[in-house]
């Protein structure tokens, strides 16, 4: 523990002791001579009556758990008795080992007083009464909200775009750079005994108000002070008025004893059968296609990268997510029930509270704004296909024609190649009017009643229609995507040409297998036909480059706009709502760190001088033995220097709260602006856009990577009821039995 050789006293005291006048004993741990922690005032109470009841164990009688888990987590052995509070015989017989705090008001600070020889300043340090059962707590660190062992990338199978590739390349660079900057630093300065002990009075503080509840009930039990037992007429009377309330009680006893078990354990039949149904569902969502997934052509990765259901469509995917948080929810609430097995303030399911809770609030968020959004859907069934149809027309049918005939008739006053601009337009109005005839007989006539499925559909939450809609628009503009395809190619392959005649023309060539530059000799007929092809490729680029970048715009619309969809999906999901309000009614609850605020700092508080200083500079040749019979009565306080500190918990930011959205906007933004991305974009090399499982990833970071199987859920619950009856109140895994995967992150 710290051991503080430079005389302060350090003292740390609840800043919820309101009391004046009424006198009591200080308890709580010693961690040093000179750092004492005070848990609790015991009123009215003799001081060696205390100490008595300390070491028999009388003030923590009807402790839930054993008090040594209480003790161990402190750092400490046992409790014991720091001094007296308000005692006007302090100053007469002062103990040197002790201290005597007084209050004159409920508002004014502790004035403490101790022996110059033991300590020449003070530092009283006012830390606030936290509830553990509240959830209430102080931390070092920032409470994480996600589940900490949970990876967010994709499954090593699973190929990437280069661009993801090249960023964790980047991270793994980085990280080893910084682990080889560890082994050449200079001067790695050693943390402190105070700085290592930090820890141990975080702690201290959590535990103070459960530890102080059980001493306070207790303390009728100290001394021969005690509550006078009722006589038989008192109790008579007490029973009498009690009678009413006794019925009522047997009537639910009998309820819990009786149906309660049988509708338990229905229940818990029925969440196992949930669970098999939904693990079918997620073994078909997550079956690998024979589809290969969209990549860059020259990435130089070759895994199989094969999609499954829920990698292609959104509402396979919110249907997925739905699934896995569904079968999580019993996992979660089990974690949850282990607080009871041990002391509040020693259980770190507080990350796991918020979680389950935020989770639950999003859910029902989402069918409350869902069933609004169907019945207005519903309601509105006809004019919203109507509204649909004229959407589809205008944009993806009409104005792409229209912007197609514009771009064959010199658009903007360019001078294209006409016969080049007449075949490449012509072809894709045929591609157009073929595409409008087929949704005008496939998809049009069954409009109103995927309108109905779609507004049916968002009764099981407002999420389901977006991520449909979602679905529909990557279905309805599928021949944009493919005249994006188209164009991009021949652009791409008409610009290579043109940069290998270049090359041609300079008397070079690239070697593909080295990669660079090499010289080469040419014939004057190469060169002639070079010249030629370059010329007839250069001219017609204008006009490629036009309708290249037309469809290239057509493009980043749709993409835009299925992001802002995929953004709603993400707040509808993961929006840390319940964290949000904790922080504006209970900021205790999402610690963020802690700060130190000096109150008030003087030198006007008196302490007891020890005789045995005067009288050794009075006479030198005085033996040890004379300074200890020496009497403590003739002493007079001197000033000594004293500050008031408040330890405050520092709530968890807004931006702590959201990082996760400034996360994945960086993501996004890194993608689709990177100066590598751009420079695709503008040679017509392929861009695939970020992936659904990159979108997705914040959704699942508060789910474990591993479900828990059929039979672990069944052994939670099921075996949760067993633990019951054993009185093992209500744990549901036993020891090592917890998986990994189902730990969350716990207090740090």
Known sequence: MVKNRDGLLRLFWPNNLARSTTPGVIVGWRNSDLD?????????????????????GTLFRGSPFPMAQMNELCGRKAMCVLGTFNHGDALSNFDLGQIQVYKLSEKALPQVYCHSDAASSIQVVLYPALDPAQLEYISAEPIDLTL?????????????????????????????????????????RKPTQKELALPTIIHQVNCAYEVAALLQKNTPFVGPRRKREMSVSEMVVESAQSLYTVAVWSLW???????????????????????????????????????????????????????????????????????????????QYTLLRRRRETWSSIAGTNSDYIRFYNSLWLVANDVIIGIALGSFINENADATARFIVDVLNTYTIDGLRDTIRWLMSYPGGLK??????????DLFLWVIEYWSVSSKFLVLPYLPQIVYVFGFSAFAGASMPIAILSDLLGLMTLHIYAFYIASARIFNWQLSIIVSLFHLFRGKKRNVLRNRIDNCDYDLDQLLLGTILFTLLFFLLPTVIVFYLTFALFRMAIITFKAVLDTFLALLNHFPLFALMLRVKDSQRLPGGVYLELI??????????????????????????????????????????IAYIKLSSTPL?????????????????????????????????????????????????????????????????FGEQEHQNKGMNGSAFEGDSIPTWLRGSSRK
């Open 36 to 56: 004492l922690f005070v848990v609790t005032v015991l009123d009215d109470v003799d001081i060696r009556n205390v100490e008595a009841a300390l070491r028999s």
């Open 148 to 188: 900490t062992h949970r990876q967010l990338l994709h499954d090593a199978a699973q190929a990437e775009d280069e661009v993801v590739l090249e960023d964790q390349q980047e991270k793994k660079r980085v990280a080893d750079l910084v682990k080889k900057l560890k082994f050449h630093t200079v001067i790695r």
């Open 253 to 331: 006893s009998l309820l819990m004893t009786s149906i309660y078990p049988i509708l338990s354990y229905a229940f818990r039949l029925a969440i196992v059968l949930h669970r098999c149904i939904a693990e079918g569902l997620l073994q078909c969502l997550e079956f690998r296609l024979p589809l290969r997934r969209a990549s860059i052509p020259d990435s130089t990765d070759s895994s199989p990268n094969l999609l499954s259901l829920k990698d292609i469509s959104a509402c396979s995917q919110q249907v997925h997510l739905r699934l896995q948080q569904f079968s999580y929810y019993p996992v």
């Open 416 to 425: 294209l190649n006409t016969e080049l601009a007449a075949f490449l337009g």
């Open 600 to 641: 008030k700092s003087d030198l006007v508080f008196p302490t007891v001088r020890s005789p045995s200083l005067i009288e050794e500079e009075v006479d030198a040749d005085t033996t040890s033995e004379n300074q200890e019979d020496t009497p403590d009565s003739g002493n007079e306080p001197l000033p000594v220097s």
């Open 653 to 717: 930011s807004i931006k702590q709260i959201f990082q996760q959205y400034f996360q994945l906007g960086a993501r996004i933004r890194k993608h689709y602006l990177s100066p590598k991305v751009v420079f695709r974009l503008l040679t017509g090399r392929f861009v695939p856009p970020l992936g659904r499982g990159e979108m997705y990833g914040m959704q699942y970071s508060v789910l474990p990577r591993e479900r828990a199987s059929t039979a672990e859920v069944w052994k939670g619950l």
